[in-house]
């Protein structure tokens, strides 16, 4: 099994910056692809980020310019960097492992086939 451990998350201010982390054990990590997805109060599940086994990053519209994706095979974590957070980003934030590399859609939840406990990133005006 992959286990996927989130942290990182708070209470910030809008226009401030944090960093989650999530650690994978069981499985190679530098095999899988990587994403952030989150879900806000009231909305369904957004997603947010994601990173190929490669190297390569993906980003929703509403996060461009202001997160950045990262990996570090050695640690076997995933890195979602935060900045100019606004109130908009609130959400409980999900960490998903893809293991199957295989027509890979990184926006698509169904794609994952581990993920986190969650961690909750709450921005105060």
């Known amino acids: 099994q992959v286990q996927l451990v989130e942290s990182g998350g708070g209470l910030v201010q809008a226009g401030g910056s944090l960093r989650l982390s999530c650690v994978a054990s069981?499985?190679?990590?530098?095999?899988?692809?990587m994403a952030w997805f989150r879900q806000a109060p009231g909305n369904e599940y957004e997603f947010v980020a994601a990173?190929?086994?490669?190297?390569?990053?993906y980003y929703a519209d509403s996060v461009k310019g202001r997160f950045t994706i990262s990996r570090d095979n050695a640690k076997n974590t995933v890195y979602l960097q935060m900045n100019s957070l606004k109130r908009e980003d609130t959400a409980v934030y999900y960490c998903?492992?893809?293991?199957?590399?295989?027509?890979?859609?990184?926006?698509?939840?169904?794609?994952?086939?581990?993920w986190g406990q969650g961690t909750q990133v709450t921005v105060s005006p």
């Open positions: 998903g492992a893809e293991v199957k590399d295989s027509s890979w859609y990184p926006d698509h939840r169904s794609e994952y086939d581990y």
């Open positions: 069981g499985r190679t990590f530098s095999n899988f692809a």
């Open positions: 990173i190929s086994w490669s190297g390569g990053t």
